[in-house]
């Protein structure tokens, strides 16, 4: 009956909680990241290594998954084009309806949105992309005021804050200017 593949890295087995409510396991797992981790301009690489503390608690009509995932993160900025480096720190929650809870309809408000386990088995993937992609800039910058690239010529302005294609600083002010650039 079910379409999980219990050996898949993001599925778990809740088997052993017995539906006991009040059964919890804890759990540190780190799985590689499927493709299209994030968004496009920021993700975390296929393959690199996902940290995940999880807690699976039996309840009521379900289990409670709570814990955090960790990742690196790969990207460019978008004013820049800079490669970017960085790591992503989620915090993970949802409940999980057995699937014969939803099936009876016990749960009809809940029961189109809310995740469900298949038999025992918990995908967890849909959930850490959620929480990934919620928890990303939607335009990363390498630094929070990257002034971008010039217009004219492409130049990378953080690496230039002086760029300019104006007429040259006039030598009698240059030292004034070299000045100023000290204090700042
Ligand atoms: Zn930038
Ligand atoms: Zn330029």
Redesign the pocket.
């Known amino acids: 009956m079910s379409s999980l593949d219990p050996r898949a890295p993001f599925v778990l087995d809740t088997r052993e909680l017995g539906r006991r409510p009040g059964a919890q396991r804890e759990l540190s797992i780190s799985v590689p990241a499927p493709a299209e981790l994030g968004i496009e301009v920021l993700h975390v690489p296929e393959g690199e290594q996902v940290q995940l503390d999880l807690r699976i608690e039996s309840v009521m009509d379900g289990v409670l998954l709570t814990g955090t995932a960790e990742a690196a993160l790969e990207g460019e ?1 978008t ?2 084009l ?1 490669p970017i480096e960085d790591e992503i720190f989620v915090d993970l929650q949802e409940l999980y309806l057995y699937d014969d809870v939803t099936r009876d309809g016990a749960d009809e408000e809940l029961g189109d949105e809310a995740s469900t386990l298949e038999g025992d088995l918990l995908d967890l993937e849909p959930l850490l992309r959620d929480a990934v992609v919620l928890a990303l800039p939607f335009q990363p ?3 929070d005021d ?1 002034p ?1 690239l010039c217009i004219d010529c492409g130049a990378r302005l ?1 690496d230039e804050p002086d760029h300019t294609h104006e007429a040259p600083i006039d030598p009698r002010w240059a030292g004034l200017t070299a000045l100023k650039q000290d204090q700042d």
């Open positions: 900025c004013r820049c800079e910058l390498c630094q990257c971008g953080a």
